[in-house]
């Protein structure tokens, strides 16, 4: 049987964070807009598929789906003390950058039976600009394994928050827009994840493209 809420602890984890941390930052620090909500599902499996240009992105990502969202993160921090707890307890996974993880996978999956959220970012890494050059196929084939629906998200000003001259992040405004849900594909089939990956990247493309 699955749950359609996350585990208490970590429901408590997401709510502290949210609310004394992050949403404050977005709001006031970032000057954070926020559009389309009403695309996000509040319960059942779902994949949050992103660009990615800063790593300010995840908790960003996650307090404005209203809904605590499970992300992918690379497999060194959790060799850190203190933090290994912290992401695990938050719902983070780690994944090996650069190779086809069956671990990350099987995480992801069971993450979704549970009723979760989880979060990807199509391009695998951070780019300069926050447009998706080569996306990843894993969001769709993880979709496609769950049959659980795919919304895009565009995340718009986050790549100007890092200032290399500054050891503090920049007040730069930024937007966060959800566009409509999309069918998993049916099948695992390479062709039709391609063309539900590019219906993604063109859909977070065309909400990039609104601004601010």
Known sequence: MTRNREPFISLQLYRALKWSVVVPVFRFYLRGNLYGTENVPKTGPLIVASNHASDFDPPIVAICMQRPVAFMAKEELFQVPVLKQ??????????????ADRSAIRSALSYLDQGWAVGIFLSGTRTPDARIVEPKL?????????????VPVSVWGTQAVINQDSALPKSVPVTLRIGQLIDPPTSTKREELQAVTQHCVEAIHALHDLGR
């Open 86 to 99: 912290i992401i695990d307890l938050y719902g983070a996974y780690p994944v090996k950058r650069g190779a």
């Open 138 to 150: 894993g969001a769709a084939l993880i979709a496609a394994k769950a049959q659980a629906p795919l």
